[in-house]
């Protein structure tokens, strides 16, 4: 839980910072620039390291690490996932893993993903990666083209 008070002063949080309040904060990124500014190497980029400092005790500089590490963990997921599959097109392996799609075999795909989009979509693509692990044959790789002629496949011809 994010803090309602500053930790120096006690005063209320504006919403915008975290830990400090604003005043506390630039104090604190003054105090820490005055114990930096001899430090070998960082002569003339004092300026921006106090700055950078003051940022962490913003929300916006966590909220984009979080983010960041989201946006880390997406990708190795989905790589993990397309290793597992062969990293090729289940119909006509086709093998650019850049486009590639993860396709739900006997459909219910949509409904799942409604399911796990409204948590998040590391969880969905966890879920599709534990699915894989046990060995359960619910997922296969597509290319686009082969996704889409699916598609058309299921919606036009009667089986
Ligand atoms: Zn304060
Ligand atoms: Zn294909």
Redesign the pocket.
Known sequence: MPRKNCGKCGKTLDGKNLFLCKECAAESARVWYYEHKEDPGRKGRKAKYAKEYYQRFTKDYWNAKISTRRRERRLELRTEILNLLEN???????ADERILEIDHINGGGRKELREFRAKSWNSYLKNVLESIKRGEKKYRL??????R?EAWKREHETP
């Open positions: 090729k097109c289940a119909l006509c392996s086709f597509l290319c686009p083209n082969c996704n002629l």
